[in-house]
């Protein structure tokens, strides 16, 4: 079992920073990735990036890889999304995702997700 749970989401202004935080609390199961991901009323849920699990490495979406940075703390078991200058556009619930299988574009390819964290940016 993987629980996993998102904070630093807010409301703030056009060209501010952000860093949400996953906790990701693996008990039983092994998880090859975690990812983040963002989602909107109207749309499915798209990759923003994913860092494999104990391995090294990030991936990063192509629209945001100049503003967004993700990391990890493993001995906190939390990985970090910072974004940086946020755009109205960025304005969506973030979700935090572990898959057993590795990293992927994909919803669908993730096993477990948290419960979302809403980031909200004005003009």
């Known amino acids: 079992q993987v629980q996993l749970v998102e904070s630093g989401g807010g409301l703030v202004q056009a060209g501010d920073s952000l860093t949400l935080s996953c906790l990701a609390s693996?008990?039983?199961?092994?998880?090859?990735?975690v990812g983040w991901f963002l989602q909107t009323p109207v749309d499915v849920r798209e990759f923003v990036s994913a860092?494999?699990?104990?391995?090294?490495?990030?991936y990063v979406d192509d629209s945001v890889t100049v503003r967004f940075t993700i990391s990890v703390d493993y001995a906190k078991s939390t990985v970090y999304l910072q974004m940086h200058n946020l755009k109205p556009e960025d304005t969506a619930v973030y979700y935090c995702?572990?898959?057993?299988?590795?990293?992927?574009?994909?919803?669908?390819?993730?096993?477990?997700w948290g419960q979302g964290t809403q980031v909200t940016v004005s003009s």
């Open positions: 860092i494999p699990w104990n391995v090294g490495g990030t």
């Open positions: 995702g572990a898959s057993k299988r590795g990293v992927a574009g994909l919803a669908s390819m993730y096993d477990y």
């Open positions: 693996v008990l039983t199961v092994s998880i090859a990735a």
